[in-house]
């Protein structure tokens, strides 16, 4: 079988694999659509804090599938379900998971990372990690569920959010999209800010999705807080971009007695000056990675159509040449691409 294999830092072959045969507990998933996010775009550079990563290794975490083999001790599916994968697996057994907080497990494992993932054509699973696709919802859109689910943690468990409220999320990458995305289907009044960068693919996406942006490299930023925002700033502003000072300049654009939320992970430390926050009485909350239950609320968002998934998901890039879509990726000259597996 086919597969995208990460042999080095930028380097990606097409290897031949043999097709791998499910345990008695395992059932076997033919990959339909697997899509491409930053923590991969990461992974691919090979930077600090992904070196862990044994190569080669088979990437891809965020998949849609078909079951078409069950292990004899498997009674959850059937051959014919469509699924998606969990891909962050808990250990069940240390504090964090005991306490129901699995997402933050100690000994959490990720597919596509710590074991070879979903960039192939099939893939074995335990049945304990993948959610059930109602056929309502194409295999195409269903790709998006993983980052999706993401996006309703932060939303819906990890913020104050509430229609009505006014709303900026920093940064139009995959996961700044959704969370927009998210928080436009509650009813909230949603800004979605980025770079000169990101003018060309990114935010006028978002625009395609309903949602207002703001360039703040050549807008002014501070005039539409003025006629969107009452209070001073911001009800709520989510930080998704990845970059340090992104937390900063969310206290700057919140108002008093709102909430930051940190989504991105910033790859170096910030310079945050905490008087403003306390006089301000801002919560600062965060969030990562999610739980079974939001998956559950990405599937039901998916199947009654609050989620654009076709508009959201770039199909224009070949599995033949994976490297362009991560270099593309980097460069924001797209979103959130995806690789079809479906006709091979």
């Not at 070196?51 to 891809?60: A, D, K, S, T, V």
């Not at 935010?203 to 703001?214: D, F, N, S, Y």
Request: charged share 25%.
């Amino acid at each position: 079988m086919k597969a995208i294999v990460h042999t080095g830092p930028r380097s990606i072959e097409i290897r031949e694999r043999e097709k791998p045969t499910p345990d008695d507990d395992e059932v076997l998933v033919r990959v339909h659509t697997a899509g491409l996010c930053g923590s991969d775009a990461h992974a691919y550079t090979y930077e600090d804090g992904y070196q862990w990563i044994p190569l080669p290794r088979i990437m891809g975490h965020e998949y849609s599938g078909e079951v078409v083999e069950v292990g004899a001790d498997v009674s959850d599916f059937e051959v014919g379900d469509h699924v998606v994968e969990e891909p962050i697996h808990d250990c069940g057994s240390c504090f964090q998971c005991k306490n129901g907080q699995p997402n933050v497990c100690q000994n959490f494992e990720i597919t596509g990372m710590h074991k070879d993932g979903a960039y192939t054509e099939y893939t074995t699973v335990n049945p304990g990690d993948l959610h059930y696709i109602p056929d309502s919802v194409p295999l195409t859109q269903a790709s998006i569920t993983e980052p999706l689910s993401i996006a309703t943690r932060a939303v819906f468990d990890q913020s104050t959010v509430t229609p009505g409220d006014t709303v900026l999320v920093e940064g139009p990458g995959p996961i700044g999209v959704l969370v927009a995305a998210v928080a436009d289907s509650l009813g909230a009044n949603v800004v979605v800010s980025g770079l000169g960068k990101d003018t060309t693919y990114r935010l006028p996406l978002v625009e395609q999705l309903g949602i207002e942006t703001v360039d703040v490299e050549n807008d002014d930023l501070e005039e539409l807080i003025d006629e969107k925002a009452d209070g001073g700033g911001f009800d709520v502003v989510f930080d998704t971009t990845g970059h340090q000072t992104g937390v900063e300049m969310a206290i700057e654009y919140v108002r008093k007695g709102g909430q930051v939320v940190v989504v991105g992970l910033p790859g170096a430390p910030s310079e945050l000056f905490m008087t403003p926050v306390v006089r301000g009485e801002i919560d600062v909350n965060t969030s990562y990675g999610s739980t079974w239950r939001n998956f559950e609320q990405a599937i039901r968002l998916l199947d009654a159509g609050e989620i654009d998934a076709d508009e959201i998901a770039d199909h224009s890039y070949s599995i033949d040449d994976p490297t362009a879509a991560f270099e593309a990726f980097l460069e924001s000259e797209t979103c959130k691409p995806v690789f079809s597996f479906s006709n091979l």
